[in-house]
């Protein structure tokens, strides 16, 4: 949605003062200044003063979902099969990082600002976990060339732990989450992804939630979350 838009449904202040806000500079997304009319999508940072927004939507919520393939991780309404529209929860919120229209398995989303960056930058060293079906038997030589390091992206991607499930599945560990990274990882080595399954984040896993279901993380998962951030 567009930043106006997106700043007054935080309760912060109107769109007026938005644009007031976005001549003096002083509104970024994703670090960089932001311009008039510019477009927010879930997964971005948007900060003022270099601050979070503060969410006065009373309290925090913090939701696990089980997304199915062809759900799209974003706000955009006019994108069919959009997250935030498939969730219909009855208060704003957004994903906490993304899954490609092609995989399943775990996303975050929550109202609380606060504790997307945490989340999602790559040097805390927050661990998610995938399990991975290819079209051809996985090998050591794979796993070990996938756990030290692939070179995708103009960059190689940081050590990671991968371990064999089945003959054509394994289960990996990342720190990080490059765009279409597990995906690019094995197109490199030969093999190509049949299915792709996030199954935890930090501390939260599916917990035997149902494809295409949601739910509240419980207390403990949440009291635990905070204190890893």
């Keep these: 949605m567009r930043i106006n838009k997106y700043i007054s449904e935080t309760k912060f202040c109107s769109r007026r003062e938005t644009n007031r806000l976005i001549a003096a500079g002083r509104i970024t997304i994703n670090g960089k200044v932001c311009e008039k009319g510019a477009i927010v999508e ?36 006019h994108v069919a099969g959009n997250i935030i529209q498939f969730v219909n929860y009855p208060s704003r919120i957004f994903a906490i990082g993304r899954l490609d229209k092609a995989s399943e398995g775990l996303i975050l989303l929550t109202n609380d600002g606060d504790i997307v960056n945490k989340i999602m930058r790559s040097e805390h060293n927050h661990e998610k976990e995938y399990v991975v079906s290819v079209d051809k038997p996985v090998t050591d030589e794979f796993m070990a060339t996938m756990a030290q390091g692939v070179a995708i992206l103009d960059t190689v991607t940081k050590p990671c732990q991968v371990f ?44 035997k939630l149902e494809r295409g279901k949601w739910r509240h993380l419980k207390d403990g998962e949440v009291h635990k979350l905070l204190s890893m951030l």
């Design 164 to 207: 064999k499930e089945s003959e054509y599945e394994f289960r990996i560990i990342l720190t990080q989450g490059l765009n279409l990274q597990i995906r690019r990882m094995c197109k490199t080595l030969g093999y190509k992804v049949l299915k792709l399954e996030r199954i935890r984040i930090m501390n939260i896993t599916l917990d």
């Design 42 to 77: 879930p997964h971005n940072i948007v900060l003022i003063d270099g601050k979070v927004i503060p969410v006065y939507d009373g309290e925090a919520v913090y939701l696990a979902l089980n997304k199915p393939v062809g759900i799209i991780c974003t706000a955009a309404e």
